[in-house]
């Protein structure tokens, strides 16, 4: 396994990180999930994600308690804030009230003393972004956070928020975690330049769309009756992949893949490590033989041939 930077800090992350998203606390029987999370520390893994709203705090639970048998220092905890926790309207969003409340939760759930890195799950639009910033830099001056990030903000929100943290000395934000894959491509416009230059880090998720990116899913075949697709929980994240279109391109980078002696996953996720201003890729897994496959991008350079075939084949 091989690490980066996360962004301009000191802190070293995992190329690949494993994450919790629709799968443990929920769909992944807690067993299985800890063998999970048991394989990736084995293998190098050092970087774990997880957020307070993920089968509403059982996923913190799951992740906690596998990770409580090995030293804290030795890996790299991060949680997230923003989504509803309950009924009431406090219980939502980026207030002190709730960033301050829902920390202790996540810290209570987890069973650990502090928060590697603590995100802003979405941006709050109704709160206003100096009372979050200052809630935040708070939790870092209380050491129960260490680093603060984001998720899935623009490049706007994102500048707005670097710009008043250095005008009033808050903590940086250190990190945004959007979507990236070969499918999904909006950062490279606006959000990863300015995070390169300001020295933000990218920690990316569905770096596989959500299954689709192993292959697994032919055109003018039945969708496998134990995929992602086929769990009506879990497949409207999926579904706006699933064109003929794109399934034939799929095929494609499938066949480029194989050619280049590795399969599509391995592929898709060194296709993401290439950029320079990515961190780290997170991973689903539920079953750790996937985990052993996944890892192996970390050790692959894609030739620049090889890019633009892919490219190529993506319309790019």
């Keep these: 396994m091989k690490y980066r930077k996360l962004g301009n800090s000191g802190l070293r ?28 520390y084995e293998l190098g893994i050092n970087f774990f994600d997880t957020a307070n709203v993920y089968a509403r705090g059982e996923s913190e639970k799951v992740v906690g ?3 409580r ?70 939790l870092v001056t209380q050491g129960k956070v260490l680093y603060v990030g984001v998720s899935e903000w623009n490049a706007v929100q994102i500048n707005d928020a670097l710009h ?7 903590d940086r934000i250190l990190s945004n975690q959007p979507v990236y894959n070969m499918l999904n491509r909006y950062i490279e416009e606006s959000v990863l330049p300015l995070c390169e230059r300001e020295g933000v880090g ?3 998720f ?12 032919k055109p003018g075949q039945p969708i496998p009756e134990d995929s992602r697709a086929a769990n009506p929980q879990q497949n409207m994240f999926i579904k706006r992949y699933m064109t003929e ?40 897994a539920s079953r750790p033989e996937q985990i052993e496959e996944n890892i192996k991008a970390s050790t692959i350079h894609l030739s620049p041939e090889l890019i633009e075939s892919t490219d190529a084949v993506l319309g790019w």
């Design 13 to 40: 992350v995992s190329e690949i990180a494993l994450g919790s998203w629709l799968t443990y606390g929920s769909s992944v029987e807690k067993d299985m999930a800890i063998r999970c999370i048991d394989k990736a």
């Design 65 to 67: 308690e596998a990770l």
């Design 69 to 138: 048998k090995y030293p804290r220092e030795s890996y790299v905890l991060a949680t997230k804030v923003f989504f509803p926790m309950g009924e009431g309207p406090n219980d939502k969003g980026l207030s002190r009230k709730h960033i301050i409340e829902q920390c202790n939760a996540s810290l209570k759930r987890l069973g650990v003393e502090y928060i590697d890195l603590y995100q802003c799950h979405r941006y709050d639009p109704e709160t206003p972004l100096d009372e979050t910033l200052r809630a935040l830099d708070d």
């Design 164 to 170: 008043l943290a250095d005008k009033n000395g808050y």
């Design 202 to 204: 990218q920690v990316v």
């Design 206 to 217: 569905s770096p596989l769309a959500q299954g689709l990116l192993t292959g697994k899913y």
């Design 245 to 284: 279109k794109v399934l034939q391109q799929v095929e494609q980078l499938d066949k480029i893949a194989k050619e280049a002696g590795m399969p599509l996953s391995n592929l898709a996720l060194a296709w993401i490590l290439r950029q320079p201003g990515i961190s780290s890729a997170i991973i689903g």
